[in-house]
């Protein structure tokens, strides 16, 4: 590039940061404006499927049943006694089914809006009918990039109902223990299988945040003994990361505390340990995330000070040499001038008497260098 030295560390690192995932300055604030000034419901996110699927889980301690696509959703309003209902959806942007559903469950049109703005900050609310929680889940995917997606719950008397943007891996083991009738799962009502979903996410959480932790050992060793400007890019990559993974754990640890201090007549007394131990769990979490942050600012810091190091060995043995050959220069600038009465130009050994000196004063120089421990 014409008039631009490419080898400056902060070019390097405005090149490397331009190729990092641009921070989203879009919140669909046009399309909200939209949907409330036409007073409709609208989906509000990124579309990550093509047709929305479900299924329904209907289960008791001596019985498991699934179901793909259900149709009838009676069981809102008639279940069967001690029998308890799972309904999940992959997708929310459609609003007919949306409306379908909230309608055989008796939802709140503000409970629709929050379910299907993906945007929106996860949060709790207690209704006359059920309990609707929102919270923001966290994964790596294949291609090393984060991916960040929206679930809310609705849970009511005897049914959770879970919406998810795409399909993912959240619950599988949720469906093998529901299936295989391992745990408590099975024995215990709808406030418990809640519980266990929020903590399938909270140990997504973990995974990512250790699979970080991971990545930056690796970089340390490499930061102390060879810094690149590659590396330094990797770690402000990391450090964006970090900070969405912060952002989500926030409030979905502030909808945990509202259960454990608000009263509602969805969770029972005995499963309410669960959910503080979710407390704990999310508080560990934030406790970790904001260490890594520190990790990731301290290792940025680590960087520049080896660079800068770096930088001044090269210019001390540049300095070095420069220091030594001055006198030399100095000497065979004398000799080199063109006056015809130089009397030391008549000795016969002049040259190697010349040399003789100039030798002299470098090994002097070097040895005196050496003494001082600059070299």
Not at 260 to 288: C, P
Request: aromatic share 12%.
């Amino acid at each position: 590039m014409k008039g631009k030295d490419l080898t400056r560390p902060d070019l390097l690192l405005w090149n490397g940061l331009k190729n990092l995932n641009p921070l989203k300055t879009g919140l669909y604030s046009d399309t909200k404006s939209a949907s409330k000034a036409q007073a409709k419901l609208t989906f509000i996110g990124e579309k990550r499927m093509t047709k929305v699927e479900s299924q329904l889980y209907r289960y008791n301690k001596d019985y498991h049943d699934k179901q793909e696509s259900p149709m009838d959703f009676s069981f809102f309003k008639q279940p069967e006694e001690n029998k308890y209902y799972w309904l999940n959806f992959h997708g929310v942007h459609e609003v007919t089914v949306l409306q379908k559903i909230g309608t055989a469950a008796q939802l709140d049109r503000m409970t629709l809006r929050h379910i299907l703005d993906t945007t929106q900050r996860p949060k709790i609310e207690d209704y006359e009918h059920y309990l609707f929680f929102s919270v923001k889940s966290i994964l790596k995917d294949t291609g090393e990039e984060l991916r960040v997606e929206q679930l809310s719950f609705v849970l009511g008397p005897q049914y959770v109902i879970s919406f998810q943007e795409e399909v993912g891996d959240h619950f599988d083991g949720i469906r093998g223990k529901m299936q295989e009738g391992i745990g408590l799962i099975r024995k215990k009502k709808s406030d418990f299988l809640l519980a266990q979903m929020l903590d399938a996410i909270l140990d997504n959480y973990f995974e990512t945040i250790d699979h970080i932790n991971s990545e930056v050992t690796l970089f340390e060793t490499q930061i102390l003994k060879n810094p690149s400007p590659d590396t330094l890019v990797i770690l402000e990559k990391q450090k964006r990361t970090a900070q969405v993974i912060k952002k989500s754990l926030g409030p979905f640890k502030e909808a945990l505390v509202k259960i454990l201090n608000g009263q509602n007549n969805w969770i029972e007394e005995i499963n309410m340990k669960y959910y503080r131990d979710l407390v704990h769990s999310a508080t560990a979490a934030v406790e970790e995330i904001e260490s890594t942050q520190k990790t990731l600012e301290g290792l940025t810091n680590i960087y520049f000070s080896s660079l800068s190091q770096k930088m001044n060995e090269t210019m001390k043995v540049l300095t070095t040499v420069a220091t030594i050959f001055i006198p030399l220069t100095f000497i065979a600038g004398i000799y080199g001038m063109n006056f015809d009465y130089i009397p030391e130009l008549k000795y016969r050994n002049g040259y190697f008497v010349t040399w003789g000196i100039m030798l002299s004063i470098a090994l002097a120089m070097i040895l005196y260098f050496k003494r001082k421990k600059w070299i």
